[in-house]
């Protein structure tokens, strides 16, 4: 199976920063790898695809980057609605694996 | 509007068995691949199960295998998990949630989920 290490677990930032999550496959998946986002009490969200490709209504903001097995997500200029936890997910075969997620808190 | 509604949910003894569906409506339904992804309380997501759009290809994860059975009706519009000698860490929220595409598991939308609690 494909492990996904993210990090940080948690990140604390103000309005209006730049922060960035890191994932790490313990293979080579090809940019086959997800981003979402999943604020308290709701479903996850997909933000990204394909390693760097915006999903449909996904703010441009947001953007993925990587190739291999290393994999970012920056946020630029935060929000308030961006302050949630974060997920990257293998989308290249069974089982479908998730970083462990990275907790966005407001400083 | 795609609309993913679990049920099916509750309190149930370890050991014991429970059945959740998942009626979708707002996209055709049998072109669609679909998947289970649970989440235990204050803890990260774990796929769980996979189903193709015309139940061809099936996938569990390895926590899961020989005790949960993933299936669906394309006639009903309806995704189901029957899970059998249920453990108090199968305890989550399970999310029914459609696949993107074919061949990568990139999951575009997810039901609310519907919570299972294992417990005596």
């Known amino acids: 199976d494909i492990q996904m290490t993210q990090s940080p677990a948690s990140l604390s930032a103000s309005l209006g920063e730049t922060v960035t999550i890191e994932c790490l496959a313990s293979?080579?998946?090809?940019?086959?790898l997800a981003w979402y986002q999943q604020k308290p009490g709701k479903s996850p969200q997909l933000l990204i695809y394909d390693a760097s490709s915006l999903h449909t209504g996904v703010p441009s903001r947001f953007s993925g980057s990587g190739s291999g097995t290393q994999y970012s997500l920056k946020i630029n200029s935060l929000q308030p609605e961006d302050f949630a936890s974060y997920y990257c997910?293998?989308?290249?075969?069974?089982?479908?694996?998730f970083g462990s997620g990275t907790k966005l808190e407001i400083k | 509007e795609v609309q993913l509604v679990e049920s099916g949910g509750g309190l149930v003894q370890p050991g014991r068995s429970l059945k959740l569906s998942c009626v979708a409506s707002g996209f055709t339904f049998s072109n669609y691949g679909m998947n289970w992804i649970r989440q235990a309380p204050g803890k990260g997501l774990e796929w769980v199960a996979y189903i193709s759009s015309g139940s061809s290809y099936i996938y569990y994860a390895e926590t899961v295998k020989g005790r949960f059975t993933i299936s669906r009706d394309n006639a009903k519009n309806t995704l189901y998990l029957q899970m059998t000698s249920l453990r108090s860490e199968d305890t989550a929220l399970y999310y029914c949630?459609?696949?993107?595409?074919?061949?990568?598991?990139?999951?575009?939308?997810w039901g609310q989920g519907v919570m299972v609690t294992v417990s005596s």
């Open positions: 997910q293998n989308g290249l075969s069974a089982p479908l694996t």
């Open positions: 293979e080579d998946i090809y940019d086959i």
């Open positions: 949630a459609r696949q993107r595409d074919t061949y990568y598991g990139y999951i575009d939308y």
